[in-house]
């Protein structure tokens, strides 16, 4: 190669070179073009995500307390150490890892696999909840040697009276897919951002949103290592409120007592404004059991159960009302102006109907003589409500059952509420599609048809007759206080605006106005007094509670009632010490106390209980001693 | 007097080019204070490493070409012994062993031989410049391999590429038959296979993460994403000069030495990066007229060879915290910290300058 030709080459190569460069840096000025300009937002929003975090602050819930401020619901500071699953961490060698410091039981490994299976939500979940202090000081000495493992501090709810008003209380649990989808639809979704649990039933359920409060959050800002550099914001969050209730702890203990071993529900109601002040539904249940989600043996077991513990019986119970609803059939007698006193029938034990088809027989066999519809009551007369019933009719009836409200809900604070039933021509007709029989309206009468009822509404309605306002309606909640404890807003029981579905539209007596009292006719006044002088007669001798007024230093009015659970063949004689516990009849009672001034109004249903008045009489007279003792 | 004397020696410094050097300089230590952070040893560091190289660069524009020439061989040896060395004396970092320390200094053997090879080949090809033929390139060849392996061997797959494109450069310029590369290029091809089983699990990995960063993203594709996210981040105006949170926060690794592109992305943005590249082009057009404009085979073939291997060296690590190559380690020549990487850097400018001034010495 000459050298002139090897210049030449040289000359030709190094430009190639120079384009080759050129063409090169060129395309990494097209990759930051791409980088810088077109996935700017990208890469910004990454480089955002890379130092900025959010941690939420939760909001404490708020505590329930009974009227007196004993604490039903409270919050318990509690450790736990949790997992991120996505870490996907070997939960054996995370047992045996911390095998020095705290034992994780194989139910603890079961506990977390059924959360995480169930998990939407956290972030980390418990491996071990409620660490005792020495294990917490050996965790934080020996941390640096569990990067995986995070300590945490939270608040635990606790239901430190156990059983006791399980049911109206409730219980949370761990959020789970339903509830999400609940929440995103009514948008509050966000505002459970760090929260765990949510309330499912009872106050904890129908108060979620007082007791839950607001979750606050910080945003900090941290480094590769995940140093806090510094906080950006702070929102604080804003606790939930404290739920003050109705309910008096001492009374509610007093009836749950009285109760015994008995099933059924008991509600204690004043008159005056419909707070609830004992709520019982029996057998009870232990809340503390689901806070971090039940284990399957306590589930098998409740749920299982044929006494049905988490039935809540006060308001999803159905039972029929039996002879405690003579008085509201009674009521509506009068207003169609039969039956008035002076108006007597001789009882001969039994009634024949009109056209002689059918006998029906009282629960007394050898009947009561002469009875007016006063002692048709305190002797809870059969025939004399029979008869009743024909020449009434079931339309008028219901008429005057509606107004108290039998067959709708009573909107107490309370979930899951049952409206009963009130039984009708043409319910039967679209529920069987069958005909109606005279013989169904003299059952109907004495509440052993299809009528049915729950046992607020059978509370609600003997509030009724001693205040006869249509907005009356039962209230757990008393007030809530704030989260700063300064201000507490009382919350007038009646007054605030109801959860209107179903909501009475009229006045007991037919008219449209909210203070009955001075509105109302006098002589349906007159009929509501003469009833109610009947009901006193129920616990004076002769009546079907006489017991209660020996024994008591003031005046009870009540009425019994006994609802069957199976009907008897024709000739077959009830025999309660004969018959197996589950097929004996309900007892049932309403009552009110004292008589001239009613300060409290009970209604109870002792399930299997047999006669009313022997069973559920004195529970009745127990909480009417509590009551009226310690007013005194 | 002294002043008349000082003049005399900055007579062969090329004034366009030492300010665009100069422009680069400052722009790297302007760099590097954001990103060493409250690391002001770095930075002292850093400027004395700047001086010994500026020295050095002024010292070399004034020595005689014919002493290059003669020197060569010498120094290809001495380099070759030291290279040697580092598998005896040497020190590891990172995983690799490239470092040896002489007379307390560290230095990297590797980063020396970027100059001696060049040396070695254009005065190989000057000497037999009138009989180059395939036995001429074949000694060229064995020439470059040595060292290769050596630095194959620290291991430092990146450098050891580097170095053997840089001396492929003078090997082509001396007129290496173009059927002769296309053949080349066709046998690597084929070999590859078996030279990817011949890498080093953490190369592979390198390499792989190339193709997919995501695909270990907490692993060998972490710096690269990080690095990307950096560059992304900063937009066309950048965030600002010590405003990189990707750099400030550490969420990038090594922002002094190899990362440092990044950092000046993120703090500087696109703008910066088009500004900078202008620099290059500056930088890069000089230098090529200036071995275009050389009298003879060994100064051109020296410069040409000196302004590839600073251009690919700065592809290179451009290309790596850009994510087009994968992360091999290797510096940005007059900007990433480290006192080798500079001085080398400034030397062969110094070189380049004194094949430039004397180019009528050396007559062909």
């Given amino acids: 190669m000459d050298l002139h030709n090897f210049k030449y080459t040289f000359k030709q190569r190094l430009n190639f070179i120079f384009g080759f460069l050129i063409f090169i840096f060129s395309i990494l000025l097209i990759k930051f073009f791409y980088l810088q300009i077109i996935k700017f937002d990208n890469y910004s929003a990454l480089a955002k995500s890379n130092r900025i975090k959010i941690i939420s602050i939760p909001a404490i819930r708020g505590q329930i307390l009974d009227r007196n401020l004993e604490i039903l619901a409270a919050n318990k500071l509690i450790y736990t150490l949790e997992l991120d699953p996505k870490n996907k961490l070997d939960i054996n060698e995370i047992k045996k890892k911390l095998s020095n410091i705290v034992q994780i039981s194989n139910y603890d490994i079961k506990k977390y696999n059924k959360t995480l299976k169930e998990n939407y939500y956290s972030s980390t979940i418990p491996i071990k909840t409620n660490l005792t202090n020495t294990q917490v000081a050996k965790f934080i000495a020996n941390q640096y040697k569990y990067p995986e493992i995070s300590l945490k501090q939270k608040f635990s709810r606790t239901y430190p009276k156990q059983q006791t008003g399980a049911h109206f209380i409730g219980y949370i649990n761990r959020i789970n897919k339903k509830d999400i989808e609940r929440l995103k639809k009514s948008g509050k979704f966000e505002s459970y951002m760090g929260l765990d649990h949510i309330g499912k039933t009872g106050i904890e359920f129908f108060y979620e949103d007082k007791l839950h409060g607001y979750p606050g959050y910080k945003k900090i800002e941290v480094n590769a290592k995940n140093d806090v550099i510094r906080t950006i914001e702070i929102i604080e969050p804003i606790h939930g409120e404290d739920i003050i209730l109705n309910i008096d702890y001492k009374i509610q203990k007093v009836a749950e007592k009285a109760f015994g071993k008995y099933k059924g529900a008991m509600v204690a109601l004043d008159p005056e404004n419909g707070a609830v002040l004992a709520y019982i539904s029996q057998p009870s249940f232990n809340p503390n059991l689901f806070i971090n989600g039940i284990d399957e043996s306590n589930w098998r077991r409740l749920s299982d159960s044929i006494h049905k513990p988490l039935i809540n019986r006060v308001v999803s119970g159905i039972y029929p009302p039996g002879s405690t609803l003579k008085p509201f059939v009674a009521l509506a007698a009068l207003e169609n102006n039969i039956r008035r006193p002076p108006f007597s029938i001789i009882d001969k034990g039994f009634y024949n109907m009109p056209n002689q088809s059918k006998t029906f027989s009282d629960w007394k066999k050898s009947g009561h003589g002469k009875v007016d519809i006063i002692k048709a009551i305190a002797v809870s007369c059969d025939t004399f409500f029979y008869g009743l019933g024909i020449e009434l009719g079931i339309p008028k009836l219901n008429i005057v059952l509606k107004r108290f409200g039998f067959g709708q809900k009573t909107n107490i604070d309370m979930p899951n509420e049952k409206a009963g039933l009130i039984a009708s021509a043409e319910w039967k007709k679209r529920k069987y599609n069958k005909k109606w029989y005279q013989g169904e309206t003299a059952i109907t009468a004495i509440g052993q048809g299809y009528t049915q009822t729950t046992p607020i509404q059978l509370a609600l309605a003997t509030a009724k007759l001693i205040n006869p306002d249509h907005t009356l309606r039962p209230r757990l909640l008393k007030y809530v206080i704030t989260p700063n404890h300064m201000k507490s807003k009382i919350i007038d029981s009646n007054k605030e605006t109801s959860h209107s579905q179903g909501a009475l539209e009229f006045n007991l007596f037919g008219k449209k106005t909210k203070s009955s009292y001075s509105l109302v006719n006098i002589n349906k006044i007159n009929d509501l007094n003469l009833v109610k002088k009947a009901m006193a007669l129920v616990t004076k001798e002769g009546g079907t509670a006489a017991f209660i007024g020996r024994t008591s230093s003031y005046d009870v009015s009540a009425k019994t009632g006994t609802a069957q659970v199976f009907s008897l063949k024709k000739n077959e004689v009830y025999d309660e010490s004969k018959l197996p516990d589950k097929l004996k009849d309900h007892a049932l009672f309403i009552a009110f106390a004292p008589s001239e001034k009613p300060q409290l109004v009970i209604a109870i249903v002792v399930e299997n209980g047999g006669h009313g008045g022997a069973t559920a009489g004195p529970i009745a007279k127990k909480v009417f001693d509590a009551y009226l003792n310690e007013a005194n | ?364």
Avoid at chain 2, 60 to 88: E, G, M, Q, T
Avoid at chain 2, 120 to 133: D, E, F, K, S, V
Avoid at chain 2, 154 to 181: E, H, K, N
Avoid at chain 2, 243 to 264: A, C, M
Wanted: net charge positive; proline share 4%; aromatic share 14%.
């Fill in chain 2, 1 to 364: 007097m002294i002043n008349l004397r000082l003049s005399k020696y900055l007579n062969n410094i090329d004034r366009f080019l030492i300010v665009l050097i100069i422009l680069l300089l400052s722009i790297g230590l302007v760099t590097l204070v954001s990103a060493a952070q409250q690391a002001t040893a770095i930075i002292g560091n850093q400027i004395i490493n700047i001086t010994v190289g500026i020295i050095l660069l002024v010292f070399l524009s004034n020595v005689d070409p014919k002493r290059f020439l003669f020197l060569a061989p010498h120094l290809y040896i001495l380099s070759l012994i030291l290279l040697a060395s580092v598998i005896f004396f040497g020190f590891e970092s990172h995983g690799a062993k490239r470092w040896i320390n002489i007379l307390f200094f560290n230095f990297q053997p590797s980063e020396i031989i970027k100059i001696t090879i060049p040396l070695m080949l254009a005065w190989l090809y000057h000497r037999y410049q009138n009989t180059i033929n395939y036995r001429t390139h074949s000694i060229a060849f064995i020439i470059l391999a040595i060292p290769c392996v050596f630095i194959l061997d620290q291991p430092d797959l990146g450098t050891a590429i580097l170095i053997f494109l840089s001396g492929l450069i003078v090997i082509f310029l001396a007129g290496l038959s173009l059927r002769f590369i296309v053949v080349s290029i066709f046998s690597f091809l084929l070999a590859l296979p078996y030279l990817w089983s011949t890498l080093h699990l953490y190369q592979q990995n390198r390499i792989m993460s190339l193709i997919d960063p995501n695909r270990d993203p907490l692993g060998t594709g972490y710096h690269s994403i990080q690095s990307m996210i950096a560059i992304g981040s900063g937009g066309f105006l950048g965030k600002g000069w010590s405003y990189g949170g990707q750099t400030q926060l550490n969420f990038l690794p090594e922002t002094s030495t190899d990362f440092i592109f990044s950092v000046f992305g993120e703090e500087f943005g696109f703008l910066g990066i088009f500004i900078l590249f202008v620099l290059y082009f500056l930088i890069l057009y000089r230098c090529i007229d200036m071995a275009q404009k050389m009298q003879n085979t060994f100064s051109r073939l020296i410069t040409a060879s000196l302004v590839f291997t600073l251009f690919s060296s700065s592809f290179v690590n451009i290309a790596m915290v850009s994510g087009v190559l994968p992360i091999v380690g290797a510096p940005l020549p007059f900007v990433s910290y480290g006192g080798t990487s500079m001085v080398v850097s400034l030397t062969m400018i110094g070189i380049i300058m004194s094949l430039h001034s004397n180019k009528s010495l050396i007559a062909n």
